[in-house]
């Protein structure tokens, strides 16, 4: 991967496709799961605070934190607050469906117990919480772009919980008549993280390498700085 890299150029400055690899898009996933956190909904600290039972992203979306999965990186039989675990969907058919809540936010909030309590308390935690694939390959969701970039890496943390917005420095390659070729530098991607998932294209590729997972996915009409 280091290699591909060498002899990198700089990514063309405008709106256009983004492509984001499994392995950075589950870091916009963890964007989802702070946005449904209890704690963070009563604080008034979430893009998401009004959203619920809202479509928020395409109707083939499926999100969900499944705390049995055999093997799964941090599948548990209760929470942190001795509250039984079991699968919870949070968006259903791109619908947000309920909050992650511990025993305090539950009851704040008038809403059900979802067994997400950390050990320590005041906070929710997941466990294998995932995006379902799509039915395309990744060959498949890049082959009618002209010109868009495919990102490998996150660089820094440019996301904001509260407002939703994103402004995140990445690298990668560049996507050229419906393939992958250049390596590109340092650009910057821009945008509402909720407008990005209202135009989620997912892959077929979901790996379950983590507490938190997504497939490759596609975005239309982000902002890229080159």
């Known amino acids: 991967r280091a290699?591909?890299?060498?002899?990198?150029?700089?990514?063309?400055?405008g709106m256009y496709p983004v492509v984001i690899e499994n392995l950075q898009a589950a870091s916009l996933l963890s964007i989802f799961g702070s946005a449904i956190s209890g704690p963070q909904?009563?604080?008034?600290?979430?893009?998401?605070?009004?959203?619920?039972k809202q479509q928020i992203?395409?109707?083939?979306?499926?999100?969900?934190?499944?705390?049995?999965?055999?093997?799964?990186?941090?599948?548990?039989?209760?929470?942190g607050e001795g509250v039984t675990c079991k699968p919870t969907n949070f968006v259903e058919d791109g619908v947000l469906t309920q909050w992650a809540t511990n025993a305090e936010s539950a009851a704040q909030?008038?809403?059900?117990?979802?067994?997400?309590?950390?050990?320590?308390?005041?906070?929710?935690?997941?466990s294998n919480l995932y995006m379902k694939s799509g039915n395309r390959s990744v060959e498949a969701i890049i082959n009618d772009i002209d010109y868009g970039i495919f990102v490998t890496d996150f660089l820094g943390n440019g996301a904001n919980s509260l407002t939703g917005q994103i402004s995140q420095?990445?690298?990668?390659?560049?996507?050229?008549?419906?393939?992958?070729?250049?390596?590109?530098?340092?650009?910057?991607?821009?945008?509402?993280?909720?407008?990005?998932?209202?135009?989620?294209?997912?892959?077929?590729?979901?790996?379950?390498?983590?507490?938190?997972?997504?497939?490759?996915?596609?975005?239309?009409?982000?902002?890229?700085?080159g």
């Open 3 to 13: 290699v591909s890299k060498l002899g990198s150029v700089r990514a063309r400055t």
């Open 41 to 52: 909904v009563i604080r008034g600290m979430s893009f998401l605070r009004d959203r619920l």
């Open 57 to 79: 992203f395409p109707g083939d979306i499926q999100i969900i934190d499944d705390p049995h999965i055999k093997r799964g990186h941090a599948s548990r039989l209760f929470d």
């Open 109 to 126: 909030l008038n809403h059900p117990l979802t067994g997400h309590g950390t050990p320590l308390g005041g906070g929710v935690g997941f």
């Open 169 to 225: 420095a990445v690298s990668g390659f560049i996507i050229e008549n419906g393939e992958i070729s250049r390596p590109f530098k340092e650009a910057t991607i821009a945008g509402s993280v909720l407008e990005m998932f209202r135009h989620v294209v997912p892959a077929n590729d979901l790996a379950m390498r983590g507490p938190v997972n997504a497939p490759t996915t596609r975005f239309e009409g982000l902002t890229v700085s």
